[in-house]
């Protein structure tokens, strides 16, 4: 019987082509099968297959509870800390930014958290996301290696983003509060947000980096179909911006900037909230949805993880796919590498410091502690979208000075090389983040192409690229370059973090 490279995820309709014929699949087969001996029998078995055409009843069903790392932790990680009295940070404190339900997720060591049916009931709109056999990125790369991705691109945003923002919205919601407010550099998360906030009829504005409206209207015009207002930043509507203008007039803004907009208008107004994409516990917690689900989308096809690659920016898609199984390795039961992959000219966890500092660069959140380029540190104009952000999430930091984890960075010539090869082998066009993930993969791949091992490997393809094709449009053009990191620039900025006595 024929297989199919989506593993698992949302049923296949029935059609003639995906499961009455087999002889079209097996043709298609044919086409791709290496020319040497197939090394992965298993594949093919029945029952394999059947999970191959999601008609197999064990299709794995969403997960029903997010897993908190934190609770099977010995060593807890360091606390975050008010700016003004270096004491750590109060439930109370976050009230005006954050709704109840967010704030106790936040700080909470329960191991497992339920999700919300309403909640649930939003995730089925794409989830289970797909787990699919890379087969003939193996076959170009010549390697014994099996190679896995779970795409979270099907969303309707394009990425994993909508597994926090729709919860943090629901959560919202349930409060009574009536907006929300956030900021957004490329667009991912903003669109995000502008998504969710349709569903629960919430009012949603956005603060999107002046330098990115301008040049990136599609992510606007989906914010905006969303029904989002969305304000070019820094912008004439707060304090913030204002002070900004008057300095710049032209100014093209950053994310610091955009935050600190979006936190003024959310603490003075009482129906409002801040809302954040990633580097925050709660984040990371609703993300879990992806790698619980691929653990039984694993377990379900009878393999096992030997290596698993996440892209780091603020920490979030990484921490989704690995937590639940850094849990399992915790538990003994697996043993996989665990490695994150960074961007050459923003590496906060190969090259940072680990101390506390600012979340933002205007320095108005609270002290994290975690490894950080320092909070005004601006990276070079990369095409790396969420990966140009100075800091790691505070869990994931504390979790790589545990030794759970490993890091590397990569320049982006060779992550759009790779980017391209997965684009013509598996279809997908990468959006630019996971384009590191992607290029750690085919390393890991090439490196297993001459030991002769057939490790597993698992990545994750956290978005599509569809709204990212400039970047694709300056590799293509031969006008890509990849720029030495300064350490100057880094040791500049780190002259800047906050001294906070141990
Ligand atoms: C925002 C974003 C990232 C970076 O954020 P993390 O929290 O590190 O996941 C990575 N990939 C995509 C597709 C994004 O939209």
Redesign the pocket.
């Known amino acids: 019987m024929a297989t199919h490279s989506i593993v698992l995820g949302n049923p296949v309709p029935k059609s003639p082509a995906s499961s009455v014929h087999p002889r079209v699949g097996e043709q298609w087969l044919g086409y791709f099968a290496p020319k040497t001996k197939p090394m992965h029998l298993k594949l093919s078995s029945g029952h394999r297959a059947r999970a191959a055409l999601g008609a197999d009843p064990k299709a794995v069903e969403i997960p029903r509870q997010w897993y908190n790392l934190i609770a099977d932790l010995q060593v807890k990680p360091p606390p975050p800390l008010h700016p003004k009295t270096l004491k750590p940070v109060k439930p109370e404190d976050l009230a005006p930014l954050f709704p109840d339900e967010l704030i106790k997720q936040e700080m909470s060591n329960d191991k497992f958290i339920d999700i919300p049916d309403e909640v649930l009931d939003v995730y089925r709109l794409w989830r289970p996301t797909p787990l699919i056999r890379a087969k003939r990125l193996e076959k170009l790369l010549d390697t014994p290696a099996r190679i896995y991705y779970k795409y979270e691109g099907v969303s309707p945003a394009g990425?994993?983003?909508p597994n926090t923002a729709v919860p943090q919205v629901w959560y919202n919601a349930q409060q009574g509060i009536k907006n929300v407010v956030t900021e957004t550099g490329a667009g991912?998360?903003g669109s995000s947000l502008a998504f969710a906030c349709s569903l629960f009829g919430l009012g949603c504005e956005v603060w999107q980096v002046r330098a990115s409206y301008d040049q990136k209207p599609y992510r606007r015009l989906m914010m905006q179909t969303w029904g989002a207002k969305v304000h070019p930043s820094p912008s004439s509507l707060t304090e913030a911006g204002r002070k900004i203008l008057n300095m710049d007039p032209s100014s093209p803004g950053s994310l610091g900037i955009a935050i600190s907009e979006a936190v003024e208008v959310a603490a003075m107004n009482a129906d409002t909230k801040y809302c954040l994409?990633?580097v925050l516990n709660h984040v990371l917690l609703h993300q879990t949805v992806i790698g619980e689900e691929c653990l039984k989308q694993m377990e379900a096809i009878g393999e096992t993880p030997d290596v698993i690659i996440g892209?780091?920016?603020?920490?979030?898609?990484?921490a989704g796919l690995s937590f639940p199984f850094i849990r399992e390795k915790l538990n003994g039961k697996i043993n996989p590498i665990i490695r994150a992959v960074e961007p050459t000219a923003c590496p906060s966890l190969t090259k940072g410091v680990y101390a506390y500092d600012y979340g933002d660069t205007a320095g108005m959140t609270p002290l994290m502690k975690m490894h950080t380029l320092g909070h005004d540190f601006i990276p070079d104009p990369i095409h790396a979208?969420?990966?140009r952000y100075h800091g790691m999430a505070p869990l994931i930091s504390h979790v790589y000075e545990l030794g759970f984890m490993e890091a590397l960075s990569i320049p982006q010539t060779e992550c759009f090389q790779g980017a391209i090869q997965f684009a013509r082998s598996e279809g997908l066009i990468p959006?630019p983040?996971?384009t590191h993930a992607i290029a750690a993969t085919i390393r890991e791949a090439l490196c297993c192409r001459e030991t002769g091992e057939s490790k597993v490997i698992l990545t994750a393809m956290?978005?599509h690229g569809h709204f990212d094709l400039p970047a694709y449009e300056k590799y293509l053009q031969g006008n890509m370059v990849d720029l030495s990191f300064s350490e100057e620039k880094k040791q500049a900025s780190l002259a800047n973090i906050p001294h906070v006595p141990a």
């Open positions: 990425s994993h983003k991912q998360w994409g990633s892209c780091t920016g603020g920490g979030s898609n990484f979208g969420g990966l959006a983040e996971p956290c978005g």
